[in-house]
């Protein structure tokens, strides 16, 4: 199978998210917390809270004498916000380690399916919405404590999301003028003027790609996964070239060896804050957004630490101090936005999560078929 891909350069990546209210993918987790799990989000409000509280420290932050040894985070956070976690753990629990491997959930996920001896005792990062059951076999159930302030739940109880995706192309503006045309949705980018001049990341390999897949998906077609949307995605595939990495796109293009790419909100925002010179363009065709989070591995040498991260995780105070850093959105519904549009500006589109978990390999596999007859 022929495809066209191009090795990836490091740099700067976050994960994207938007803070979604009252959209598809918003349930309510009605499961009650597992067994061994002592922190279930209405208890640690009301008993553990109020005393928490009486000492100075937030309802969600444990005492500290709790919370000792060494907690192994495995992570696909970039360094800034491993940064941002580090500091307010070292804050509230001073006396409990962190160890953290960063790599890609892929990776990580293979790691502790395949390690018995596994000293793992969280995951944070690229688990999302749409995952279904896919990474239950190496988890615990866990509701943490500001779970009731989340706008989006985990129904089967696993995951404690952090953050919302939103999808965005990148652009560079110099290169877009030089052509004389304007780039303000999916559409435009089929002008013949960008032809072999717009960078994607493959579905298959990259998490940036199956997002904005279902992002075209959504958006392009009359309902999703209809023959509209397929048609779209045929046009454009002659215009791309493929990378297998997320960070390629936003960082060619703001190299200038791309006029545009297809990527992450969070990500470009944050090449921009940075000084790049590039622009986030948010699709005139709407939106999606996906909460993405973290959880328990189920053999957690450590559970207290493992669960008073989880609890940390869902704190606005936690995702405000990621989204002043790297310009994430939070999930928790007390976060503020720093800098970014309003979701009710960017016609999110509600995704169908049970439908993209099931059909996941048919949607990407039918891709990587299109883009290997289609590519030039």
Partial sequence: ???????????????AAIVLSGCGGSGSNEEPAAEGSTTAGAAAQTEEGAAAEGQDRPYYVRDAAEVTGKLNVYTTMEETQQEVLQELWSKYYPDCELEIQADSIGTLATKIRSDESTDADVVIGGMFAADGDSYHDILQPYTAACDQEQNYHD????????????????VNPDLRDDLGIEIRG???????????????????????????????LATMGDTFDDEKGWDYIAK???QTFSTTSSKDVFNLVSTGEYVAGLSYESSVVALINDGAPIECV?????????AGGAAIVKTAPNLPAAQAMMDLLSSAEFQDARAQASAGRGSNGL??????????????VPLDFDY??????????KFTEMYADLSE
């Fill in 186 to 216: 999916y559409e435009d980018l089929l002008q013949p003027e960008l032809k072999g001049k717009i960078i994607i990341a493959s579905p298959d390999a990259a998490s940036s790609g199956y997002r904005q897949l279902q992002t075209v």
């Fill in 356 to 365: 993209l978990a099931e059909h996941k390999d048919d949607l990407i596999n």
């Fill in 335 to 348: 976060c503020n936005l720093q800098g970014l549009p309003d979701e009710s500006e960017l016609g999110i």
């Fill in 282 to 290: 948010y699709m005139k065709e709407g939106n999606t957004a996906m």
């Fill in 1 to 15: 199978m022929k495809k066209k891909t191009i090795m990836s350069i490091a740099a700067l990546m976050t994960t």
């Fill in 236 to 238: 454009l595939i002659p």
């Fill in 155 to 170: 129904e089967s109880g696993y995951y404690t999301f952090y953050d919302v995706q939103v999808m965005c192309l990148v």
